[in-house]
């Protein structure tokens, strides 16, 4: 009766599955937040290296603007011998001696400074540098590479030896009217990419910044998993209870169920007791008639041996009469031990549904003898149309049982223990190792309704006048749990009913 849903969460083993399922989806959300944490973490470094560039850029382009800036020379600031130009080194009014400074070059030097203050490294560099020192390193050299093909900024990771993880951003650097000053020799035009400049931070303080976050995210996930975990759990305990419960229900149900049906098989036995007893007692008084008829005539005929003179037409008479009555009685004691013999046979397959070899005729005679005592009261036709010698092999006492139902079914519920009139048909025809039996009366019927619940154990149209409702699921049973076969009913309410059953068989002979 357990659902497969039940059996598999009755078992606790089972309840690991869930665990691990539940694990992997916290699990996987988990892993998307902090990818999410990361993923804001990178968004933030490289907009700041972008913001770092632009403002490198701009200072730049105030310079390019000036065609380059003086300043006065001193140590980090020396002439740069890669700017060829006329008025390079100048001295100013006061003696001072100056020295102009290019884009470039300033780049440079704000670079220094930047990587003493702030651990930021910007890098100019180009795939065809003027300055040896502006070489590109292998990151770089991939960077330019794609601004060539158009790409407008890029920024990744690198592990470095001394530095730790770092964040490095690169955009390029375009040639503008004010830049061709001074490169407009090296064949550069408006537009092109002259170089680039490389932004590169230490990631770790980034990642300590982002590590309260990722410890909240583990921690909020670890709380929920353990909450629903002890929530579903306990849940699926009561839950397993109940269907324990549940279950012990079903059982206990079904046991009295299958004592109902054989305290119903006990019944159909007994009804069959009274009827065979019924039966018995007609020959049986016959017989007890007539034989009490010839000990008359044999006083009689005492009488006549009596008398002094004995009339031989006489005596032939009384001796004629006695042989009439032993022939009555005879022929009823016959008839007697004929329904003795059915009624053994009856009682002892329906009592103990042992398997044997049997006339199927016979046995179809045998139940309608049986119910002789019913049926002969209505005014119902029983038609048989099975071979006399057509013989299986098997438990005729599941079959009688059977066929005592569905003709007490037609009895009761079709004919209305006799209000209506009608036939009743059995046809039984043996296939190759199947046996196929059409039971049909001309009943009343029934509903769609009554009909979709017609083998339903307890279902029964006439509760509180006897009927159990097990008879029809009783025949249901027989024919599919214990004969292996197959059981239809078609029926429309004033049309009668017809039972088509096949089950598998042993054929002994057809
Ligand atoms: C005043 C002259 C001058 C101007 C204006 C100038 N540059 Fe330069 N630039 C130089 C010199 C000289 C070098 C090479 C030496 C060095 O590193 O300073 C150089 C180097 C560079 C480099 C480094 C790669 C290399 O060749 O060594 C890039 C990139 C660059 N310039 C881009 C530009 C751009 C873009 C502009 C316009 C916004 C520009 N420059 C304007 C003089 C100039």
Same mark, same amino acid.
């Given at each position: 009766?357990?659902?497969?849903?039940?059996?598999?969460?009755? #078992?606790?083993?089972?309840?690991?599955?869930?665990?691990?399922?539940?694990?992997?989806?916290?699990?996987?959300?988990?892993?998307?937040?902090?990818?999410?944490?990361?993923?804001?973490?990178?968004?933030?470094?490289?907009?700041?290296?972008?913001?770092?560039?632009?403002?490198?850029?701009?200072?730049?382009?105030?310079?390019?603007?000036?065609?380059?800036?003086?300043?006065?020379?001193?140590?980090?600031? /020396?002439?740069?011998?890669?700017?060829?130009?006329?008025?390079?080194?100048?001295?100013?009014?006061?003696?001072?001696?100056?020295?102009?400074?290019?884009?470039?070059?300033?780049?440079?030097?704000?670079?220094?400074? &930047?990587? $003493?203050?702030?651990?930021?490294?910007?890098?100019?560099?180009?795939?065809?540098?003027?300055?040896?020192?502006?070489?590109?390193? +292998?990151?770089?050299?991939?960077?330019?590479?794609?601004?060539?093909?158009?790409?407008?900024?890029?920024?990744?990771?690198?592990?470095?030896?001394?530095?730790?993880?770092?964040?490095?951003?690169?955009?390029?650097?375009?040639?503008?009217?004010?830049?061709?000053?001074?490169?407009?020799?090296?064949?550069?035009?408006?537009?092109?990419?002259?170089?680039?400049?490389?932004?590169? $931070?230490?990631?770790?303080?980034?990642? +300590? &910044?982002?590590?309260?976050?990722?410890?909240?995210?583990?921690?909020?996930?670890?709380?929920?998993?353990?909450?629903?975990?002890?929530?579903?759990?306990?849940?699926?305990?009561?839950?397993?209870?109940?269907?324990?419960?549940?279950?012990?229900?079903?059982?206990?149900?079904?046991?009295?169920?299958?004592?109902?049906?054989?305290?119903?098989?006990?019944?159909?036995?007994?009804?069959?007791? &009274?009827?065979?007893?019924?039966?018995?007692?007609?020959?049986?008084?016959?017989?007890?008639?007539?034989?009490?008829?010839?000990?008359?005539?044999?006083?009689?005929? #005492? /009488?006549?041996?009596?008398?002094?003179?004995?009339?031989?037409?006489?005596?032939?008479?009384?001796?004629?009469?006695?042989?009439?009555?032993?022939?009555?009685?005879?022929?009823?004691?016959?008839?007697?031990?004929?329904?003795?013999?059915?009624?053994? /046979?009856?009682?002892?397959? $329906?009592?103990?549904?042992?398997?044997?070899?049997?006339? =199927?005729?016979?046995?179809?005679?045998?139940?309608?003898?049986?119910?002789?005592? $019913?049926?002969?009261?209505?005014?119902?036709?029983?038609?048989?149309?099975?071979?006399?010698?057509?013989?299986?092999?098997? &438990?005729?006492?599941? =079959?009688?049982?059977?066929?005592?139902?569905?003709?007490? #079914?037609?009895?009761?519920?079709?004919?209305?223990?006799?209000?209506?009139?009608?036939?009743?048909?059995?046809?039984?025809?043996?296939?190759?190792?199947?046996?196929?039996?059409?039971?049909?009366?001309?009943?009343?019927?029934?509903?769609?309704?009554?009909?979709?619940? =017609?083998?339903?154990?307890?279902?029964?149209?006439?509760?509180?006048?006897?009927?159990?409702?097990?008879?029809?699921?009783?025949?249901?049973?027989?024919?599919? +749990?214990?004969?292996?076969?197959?059981?239809?009913?078609?029926?429309?309410?004033?049309?009668?009913?017809?039972?088509?059953?096949?089950?598998?068989?042993?054929?002994?002979?057809?």
């Amino acid at each position: 009766m357990q659902t497969s849903v039940t059996r598999f969460f009755g #078992n606790r083993a089972n309840w690991l599955l869930l665990l691990l399922l539940w694990a992997m989806a916290v699990g996987f959300s988990l892993q998307a937040h902090i990818s999410d944490i990361r993923r804001h973490n990178q968004d933030v470094v490289t907009e700041g290296a972008r913001n770092m560039f632009r403002m490198v850029l701009l200072t730049r382009l105030w310079n390019s603007e000036h065609g380059g800036v003086y300043v006065p020379v001193d140590d980090k600031t /020396r002439p740069n011998p890669y700017l060829n130009h006329p008025q390079r080194d100048i001295s100013d009014n006061f003696g001072r001696s100056l020295t102009l400074v290019n884009p470039a070059y300033m780049t440079r030097l704000i670079s220094e400074l &930047a990587k $003493q203050d702030e651990g930021v490294i910007f890098h100019i560099t180009s795939l065809k540098p003027v300055n040896p020192q502006n070489v590109a390193d +292998a990151w770089e050299r991939l960077a330019l590479e794609s601004f060539e093909r158009g790409v407008k900024e890029t920024n990744g990771f690198e592990a470095h030896a001394r530095e730790g993880l770092l964040h490095r951003y690169m955009a390029p650097l375009v040639v503008v009217d004010a830049c061709l000053k001074c490169h407009a020799a090296q064949g550069y035009k408006i537009g092109d990419i002259r170089g680039g400049i490389s932004v590169s $931070q230490r990631y770790q303080p980034f990642l +300590a &910044a982002a590590l309260p976050s990722e410890r909240q995210a583990y921690f909020t996930h670890a709380v929920i998993f353990l909450l629903m975990l002890g929530v579903s759990w306990w849940l699926l305990e009561q839950l397993r209870r109940r269907w324990r419960e549940l279950d012990d229900k079903i059982v206990e149900l079904e046991t009295a169920r299958d004592e109902l049906v054989q305290s119903e098989k006990m019944a159909s036995l007994g009804r069959m007791v &009274a009827g065979f007893a019924h039966e018995i007692n007609t020959p049986i008084g016959v017989a007890v008639g007539a034989i009490t008829n010839s000990e008359h005539t044999l006083e009689q005929i #005492n /009488r006549l041996l009596d008398s002094e003179e004995v009339s031989e037409d006489d005596l032939r008479a009384a001796l004629a009469t006695l042989k009439q009555g032993d022939e009555l009685a005879m022929s009823n004691l016959r008839r007697a031990a004929g329904l003795v013999q059915s009624f053994k /046979r009856t009682s002892i397959d $329906q009592a103990s549904d042992q398997e044997r070899v049997f006339a =199927l005729r016979e046995l179809i005679d045998d139940v309608l003898h049986g119910l002789q005592n $019913q049926l002969k009261r209505l005014p119902v036709v029983v038609t048989v149309n099975c071979r006399n010698s057509l013989k299986i092999e098997g &438990a005729p006492g599941l =079959l009688e049982q059977l066929l005592t139902n569905l003709v007490l #079914n037609s009895i009761i519920h079709g004919f209305d223990h006799g209000a209506r009139s009608g036939e009743i048909l059995i046809k039984a025809v043996s296939g190759d190792k199947k046996l196929s039996i059409e039971y049909a009366d001309t009943g009343s019927g029934m509903d769609q309704e009554a009909l979709a619940r =017609l083998f339903e154990p307890f279902f029964t149209t006439r509760r509180g006048q006897g009927g159990s409702g097990l008879g029809m699921y009783i025949c249901y049973n027989i024919v599919t +749990a214990n004969l292996g076969g197959t059981l239809n009913c078609q029926s429309k309410p004033g049309e009668g009913v017809k039972f088509l059953i096949e089950f598998p068989a042993k054929i002994v002979a057809r």
